[in-house]
C-alpha cells in the first residue's frame, strides 16, 4: 500500500472516529496534512478554535506564526507533514487527557510509520512527552529539551528528534518567540546538514 493510501486510510477512520468523547463536541475532526513524501514531521497538541472549522491543522493564530517560522527554517507546508497528538479539538482547548492521548495517538503512529521521516519536530509539552515516551527518552519540560537534538529510535525507524516550543506560546511571550525564532533558524541548518533540503 503506498504512503498516501496509508495517510488517506488513517484520515478517514479519523474522521468517522468515535473512540472518546471529544468526538461529540467537534466540528471536524483534523488527520493531519502535508506530503506523503516528507522529510520533515511536526507534531502539535491538539486542534483549536479554527482547526475545528476548517479540519486542518495549524490555520489559527499559532498556524500563521508557524508559517513564519517555516519560513525561518526554509521550509513549507507542502514539503513537511504536520499531525497532532489528539486529532479532535478538547472543549475550551483545555489540556489533553491521557486517557483521550492513549486513545488517538495510533492514528499518530501509523502516520510517521507510514511518512518514515527522517527529522520529527515536536512542538510544545505534550507532543514532546509522548514522542520521547516512545523513544525512551527521559523527558523533564519542553524549556530543559527544547532546541538541542536527539537521536533516537522511534516506532523502529531510526530519527532525529528536536523538540521547541508550541509556536503558541510565541504569541504571548516575546521571550518565547525569540527562542522559537532561535530554534527555527537551528532546524533550517540541521535540514541542510542532512541534506533534506528540497
Known sequence: ?????????VASEVRACTKCSLWKTRKNAVPGEGSPDAKVFFVG?????????KGEPFVGAAGKFLDTLFAEAG???SQVFIGNVLKCR???NRAPSPAEIEICTPFLDRQI???KPKLIVTLGNYSTAYIFAKAMLPFNGITNARGKF???????????LFPTL???AGLYSAR???????????????????????
Open 1 to 9: 500500500m503506498s504512503k498516501a493510501v496509508v495517510l488517506e486510510t
Open 45 to 53: 497538541e491538539a486542534p483549536g478554535y479554527w482547526e475545528d472549522v
Open 75 to 77: 521550509v513549507s507546508r
Open 90 to 92: 478538547p472543549p475550551n
Open 113 to 115: 510509520a507510514a511518512i
Open 150 to 160: 536527539y537521536q533516537a529510535n522511534v516506532l523502529g525507524l531510526a530519527v532525529t
Open 166 to 168: 508550541h509556536p503558541a
Open 176 to 198: 518565547y518567540k525569540q527562542l522559537l525564532f532561535e530554534d527555527f533558524r537551528l532546524l533550517k541548518a540541521k535540514i541542510l546538514d542532512l541534506g533534506l533540503a528540497i
